[in-house]
């Protein structure tokens, strides 16, 4: 029998890196959001305390203008920063889908290829096997005419 070998292995395995590079880049994104949101956490965490401080800030008796004025100054600067975690996490979300799809093209071109490589090998044994089935008609025959030129 001869040994199948499957002419685009080349190319398969190339797919296959790069539909691994693509995963890869796919999970760095996924990490990268990951830490957006531990960074919108945070955000939210000083939000929250910020607003704490500006209601004890606010209470009745005297005020401090200065305070009042930073606690205002930080509040905006922390509006700020949630636009700017809103606009990253819309351009995170983006490339995570970009990402996905191309890791979905590149799985289909695996696929592609290995179905083929499939299909190859079948026929290739298929073939094997009729040659086999023909060699062995052949000595069964040869041995039924050694047979008869005996007899």
């Not at 191309?102 to 179905?115: F, I, P, T, W, Y």
């Not at 499939?118 to 047979?147: C, F, N, P, W």
Request: proline letters at 1%.
């Amino acid at each position: 029998m001869t040994r199948f070998r499957f002419r685009l292995e080349t190319l398969l395995k190339l797919r296959q890196s790069e539909r691994n590079a693509l995963r890869e880049r796919l999970a760095d994104a996924l990490v990268a959001r990951r830490v957006l949101d531990e960074r919108r956490r945070q955000w939210i965490d000083e939000l929250g305390a910020m607003r704490e401080q500006a209601r004890g800030a606010g209470q009745p008796g005297s005020v401090n203008v200065d305070t009042l004025l930073a606690s205002h100054r930080y509040h905006l600067m922390l509006e700020a920063q949630g636009r700017v975690l809103d606009q990253q996490e819309e351009q995170i979300e983006a490339e995570i889908d970009r990402r996905r799809a191309a890791l979905a093209e590149g799985d289909k071109q695996v696929r592609v290829l290995e179905k083929l490589r499939e299909r190859q090998h079948a026929a290739h044994q298929q073939g094997e096997l009729r040659a086999e089935q023909k060699l062995l008609d052949e000595v069964a025959q040869r041995g039924g005419i050694l047979k008869e030129q005996r007899s």
